[in-house]
């Protein structure tokens, strides 16, 4: 039987992660002033983070738990306390071999962001930084932030975005589609490379 949270048990919890079996990692640069110090004068300059939690799983959507996860990083304030922060995939064969995703150099506002190529089609990611980039990195906005994810079934959001020749009979009704899919929360990058794959395929006269 499941049993409600409370505000208490809520402020106690404490993200774990599982660097075994995340798909994600990422390596968190701190500034100096908020590095923590031990009672020997070490402390920690860098950590890493990780997509999954030891005893939760990983949504099973990998663009869902990497968007996810970049926005808990954001969300818990470590724009605002790293100098340097890099998502990794997790291979777990050694870091050399993970692969670089996604960079934020948050004293650098034209490089603040800085994505590889393999996640160009992650589409709910890539709108959400595009969000991200245009807030100040110092205000709320930016921690209370979220992914919009559209409101449909995979069934219904496969059916949306089929491409056939004369499913559109002029390119009023193409555009008219477009602005339903936006409406609809869909990624803005995904809808205008379904805009132009279409105009593309099947060219109106």
Request: with cysteine; glycine share 4%.
């Amino acid at each position: 039987m499941n049993t409600p949270i409370s505000q208490k048990e809520k402020k106690r919890f404490k993200f774990v992660g599982d660097r075994e079996r995340a798909t994600y990692r990422c390596e968190i640069f701190l500034r100096p002033e908020h590095c923590y110090s031990h009672k020997d004068g070490t402390g920690a300059v860098m950590f890493d983070g990780y997509s999954k939690h030891k005893f939760h799983d990983e949504p099973k959507d990998k663009e869902k738990c990497l968007t996810n996860f970049v926005q808990r990083i954001v969300a818990n304030g470590y724009l605002e306390k790293a100098y340097y922060i890099a998502f990794y995939t997790n291979k777990n064969v050694g870091k050399d071999q993970d692969e670089l995703l996604l960079e934020f150099n948050p004293l650098q506002w034209k490089k603040l962001i800085v994505s590889q190529r393999i996640i160009q089609t992650y589409f709910v990611l890539n709108d959400y930084l595009i969000k991200l980039n245009e807030i100040k990195i110092s205000t709320p906005a930016s921690k209370e932030l979220k992914p919009e994810y559209a409101e449909t079934s995979k069934a219904s959001e496969i059916e949306l975005f089929k491409m056939y020749k004369h499913r559109f009979v002029t390119k009023e009704a193409l555009i008219q589609h477009c602005r339903m899919l936006k409406e609809r929360k869909f990624p803005q990058g995904r809808v205008e490379g379904f805009y132009f794959a279409y105009l593309n395929a099947y060219p109106f006269s």
